[in-house]
């Protein structure tokens, strides 16, 4: 995979709980000039990025009832409706996941299906994080079928602040199992490019990655301090 490519999957993201409006920009600026798929921020951030990004390829993502999951379908649809008008292009929005392990499928499938509408009606791209590091097989696999059921653009594995990050047994477990065209966005732990390029192998399409510009200069034979951010 060269360079551009390995770029192109990228959502380089900062969700440190202390990010300055500094650090986000030279996030936007570096996304434009590497080609990243988008950088992926907290909502308040999106403007920023937006006014930076507005001629470039890279995309403005930003997260939704992030990390918890648990915040109402109309608190989560609002502020699917605030991030379009803002200028994002994508929305991770983070499933129930605590209702899904409770049983509750029907809840989780109508919220799902509800902001994946209201998501589409604002013509943003949809990634439904589901926290697999707190799922079982059959969740997992559930997870899945209701992200497919919404028309989920992807399925995202993790939040990065879980228990754990995304593994290769789980993107296989979702490339195997997908019915129709739903993609796989892996996230959290993605340290190293052995790690990325295992990932992008099992059949991940997107990575979320809080160290973009370490992961590429290793791609391209150039030593970089690891980053400090990295429990995305």
Sequence with gaps: MNASDFAATLDATNLKLDASDGEICALSDEAAHA????????????????????????KVCTVIGF???????????????RAKANGANEVDIVMNYAAL???DKTIVTEE???????????ELLTKVIVETCYLNEAQKL??????????????????????????IED???????RKGSIKIKASGGIRTLSDALALIEAG????????????LAELNGVRF???DNDNY
Excluded: M, Q
């Design 171 to 177: 993107i296989k477990l979702f490339a195997d199992n």
């Design 67 to 81: 990390p918890h999951g648990r915040s109402s379908l109309e608190s989560k649809r609002e502020e699917i409706i």
């Design 112 to 122: 799902i299906v509800r902001l994946c509408v209201v998501a589409r009606e604002s």
């Design 225 to 227: 301090k690891a980053s």
């Design 35 to 58: 080609g990243y798929a988008s950088v992926c921020v907290y909502p308040s951030s999106v403007s920023i990025c937006s006014d930076i990004l507005y001629n470039s390829k890279a």
């Design 204 to 215: 991940a399409e997107r990575l979320g990655v809080s160290a973009a510009r370490e992961l």
């Design 101 to 103: 392990r409770a049983g």
């Design 142 to 167: 559930t997870a899945l079928a209701i992200c497919e059921k919404a028309g989920a653009d992807f399925i995202k594995t993790s939040t990065g602040f879980g228990s754990g990050g995304a593994t």
